[in-house]
Every structure is written in C-alpha cells, then in structure tokens.
C-alpha cells in the first residue's frame, strides 16, 4: 500500500480523510480509540467552527464519522515495531504486520507516570489518568488528585461536580484555593489498597500522612509515543521527532504529525493541519 498511518488522533484522521480524498491505498492503526486525547478533554473553545465550543469526545466521534463515510479503513491494534524493507516499511502490530511505501506517525503522547508504589499495581483499580474517562465512576465517592497546571484545574472543576476532592501538589508550586477542594501541600510516596484503592501516602513538610481515597487522577504531563520506531530516527533534546518543513523524519519515507513532532504547537488545529501537509507531500513522490 502507499502509506500507513499510526495514531487516529486529529492528525491521523485528517490524513486519513486526505489520504482517502487522493484515492490511496493506506491504512491508520490505532491502539485505543479514535480521536486520542480528545476523549479526555471536557469543552473545546479554540477549533474553529465551534462558536459555543464542543466537548472533546463529541469532536472525536466527528471526526471519525467523516473519516468513515470517506471509507477510511481503522485498524485498532497496538504498533510494536516498524522494520525498513526493500519495497519501504513493515509495520507490526499485535496480531498482524502490514507493508507500505510510506510511514506516517501520529501516535500522539502519553501520560507521565509518577514512578510510585502503587500505581501499576492498582492501574484500573482506582489510578486513572483521565476524569473525563473515569470520573464517573467515583461519583459520591472520595479521590486525590496529583500534577500542576490549568490543565490539572480544569480537570479538578470537573471532578468535585462528582466527587469529593483532595488535590495533592507540590509545597513551593504556586498556591490556588479552590471552593470545595481539600489542598494537600506534598509529594506521593505510595498508593495503597487491597484488590482497589484505599488511600495515598504522602510526604508532607510536617511529616508523612495517609489520605483514605477511593481513587486518584494523575496529571504528571505527557511524553511522546513512539517506541516501535527504528533507532535511525532522529529526535531533538526533549525526545520529539525531528522534522522538516514537509514533515520528513531523518529516514527516507516516515513522516510525523501532531503533539509528537519537535516544535508541534500541539494543539488540533496545528495537528489537523500536519496531517494534510504529510499527505500532500507523500501524494507528491508516489
């Protein structure tokens, strides 16, 4: 085929679409759901076409519907490593490998983990790194929630609508009172529990304590995801992939897109945007 497009975020399905409009053979693989981060963000304000702004699933969900009525074919399956061959690229994924001219990558990022004992263990069983994904399930219950940040207040204005709320944050980051939240200054050490979680140990100035929740909400920021790609791949300081103008990685015939790419502005609009240029410019060399 002509391209394989990894990630169906913004930036995978906007090639998609343009892949799809230029009669390409391709395929976009994605190892979660369509939209990517979308699903996580409560309301959009800054995508055009949107005067009252849209909640980031219902984007996501349109995003895919266009995609689809295009007949822009969705593999959902994990990427586990992408090898040079002959003819361009084989990609692999969990249950099967496809071969294509031409690799876009549009994985997007990940959430940051702490690092703490406690968290893989408890994964799914009362630690999310998503309210809008799981912040219903502890609805009149209690939650902490971690990380710094306007992004980390919006998700805790979400979150005490549902729960009761104890927001853990670093002694010297800057204080915020927020009506109805419990502010706890100090750095995790353990998150405990039996088969689910029942409380958080943190080490304060005064001490350490331990605050009986039923889940906590990580926001430790986010980092880019793209381990299945060959080393020869270059990436600046902070671990993004270089690109140029076109979007051309340092190996001949990949491509990156959105948050993932060195100097991204990483928001939808820059991301949407990345995926037609990548297209148009892989529509150019076939």
Known sequence: MDVIIVGGGPSGIAAGIYAARANMSFVVIEKMYPGGKLAWIEKIENYPGFPDGIAGSDLAERFYRQATALNVNF????????????EGFRVFSSSNFYEAKHIIVASGSVPKKLGIKGEETFL????SYCAICDGAFFKNKRVAVVGEGKHVISEINYLKGLASVTWIKKPQSQ????????IVNGVPVEITGER???GIIVQTEKGITTIEIDGIFIFAGFKPSFEFLPPEVALDQSGYIKTDS???????????????????????????RDGAVAINEIRKNL
């Open 246 to 272: 076109n979007l051309k990685s340092s190996v001949d015939g990949i491509y990156a897109c959105g948050d993932i790419r060195s100097g991204s502005l990483k928001q939808i609009v820059s991301a949407v």
């Open 124 to 127: 799914g069983k009362g630690v």
């Open 75 to 86: 593999v959902f399956q994990n990427v586990d490593r992408i090898e040079k061959v002959q």
């Open 196 to 198: 689910i979680v029942k």
């Open 175 to 182: 204080s915020q009172d927020l009506e109805g939240v419990n």
